[in-house]
């Protein structure tokens, strides 16, 4: 997640609404986030947005959206929970496989949901570009939407954070074994229990792969983590994110399921 996000923040959508090419990320760092007037434009066009039930969207029939849904997809595990969540339906529907989200829907998760400019220096217009950018790395199509399908890039980079190097041609016990090793990595025991990891050791683990020179590390490790907490954390879901831990039980599980919905998606 983190090196595409950080691609996607450091390029920028250009007015006729391609992005820029993502093999040059240096060419505007973090316009996404530095008050760029094209989101701003952008926004002042569109109508509010809100988490709730009469904003979601269908793919119509016969439409050209052949990437972001398959009929017989089944929406499940902690990625399905949060597509759910995006889209503003109860959280485990198995049936929204041909329902998408739009920026401001998956704004109000950052904001509402993740909390992530929460006592931070962005707020508003900045967290539109975090928004905005996310958007674009999921939107592949670029129609302005995203769906199930298109949903599993994002599924694909959170099981890297969680068990790397993993793919669609391993077994389980691989998924096991890299997700053991990855968390055994990131539990420092420097911070918070030995039997934890917690979000700032979850945090610090993101920021340490980004690439040497990175701009932003602090919050594309931030919403890294902050998504990882989401998916995997089971046993703390009324406490603030950062205040959470995962043991190695709820982190090899969710890797394990996450895993399996992928393969099950793209079989
Ligand atoms: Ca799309
Ligand atoms: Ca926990």
Do not use: C
Not at 3 to 15: A, F, G, V, W
Not at 136 to 163: M, P
Not at 174 to 189: F, H, I, M, T
Not at 228 to 250: C, P
Request: glycine share 10%; net charge negative.
């Amino acid at each position: 997640m983190s090196r595409t996000l950080d691609r996607h923040l450091s390029s920028q959508p250009n007015h006729s609404g391609n992005h820029a090419d993502i093999e040059t990320p240096n060419s505007v760092q973090l316009n996404a986030l530095r008050g760029m007037s094209y989101a701003e434009g952008r926004e002042a066009l569109k109508p509010a947005n809100s988490l709730n039930a009469n904003n979601v969207q269908m793919h119509g029939n016969g439409t050209s959206h052949e990437h972001e849904a398959r009929e017989d997809a089944r929406v499940s595990g902690p990625i399905g929970r949060i597509f759910n969540t995006i889209l503003g339906v109860e959280v485990t529907r198995e049936d929204t496989g041909l329902m998408v989200f739009d920026v401001g829907q998956l704004r109000e998760f950052l904001d509402v949901t993740l909390k992530l400019s929460e006592g931070e220096w962005f707020r508003g217009t900045k967290l539109e570009r975090v928004a905005e950018a996310l958007m674009g790395q999921l939107d592949t199509n670029q129609d302005g939407l995203v769906g199930w399908g298109e949903f599993q890039g994002f599924q694909e980079e959170v099981l890297k954070n969680l068990a790397p190097g993993i793919g669609n041609t391993s077994t389980p016990e691989d998924v096991r074994n890299a997700a053991e090793s990855q968390y055994s990595k990131l539990n420092s025991d420097t911070k918070g229990s030995p039997d934890s990891v917690t979000f700032s050791e979850m945090q610090d683990g993101i920021g340490k792969e980004l690439p040497v020179g990175t701009k932003n590390v602090d919050i594309i490790s931030q919403l890294a983590a902050r998504i990882a907490m989401y998916a995997v954390d089971k046993d703390e879901t009324g406490k603030d994110l950062k205040k959470r831990s995962v043991t190695e039980s709820e982190w090899s599980t969710a890797a394990l399921e996450i895993h399996a919905v992928g393969k099950e998606n793209n079989p």
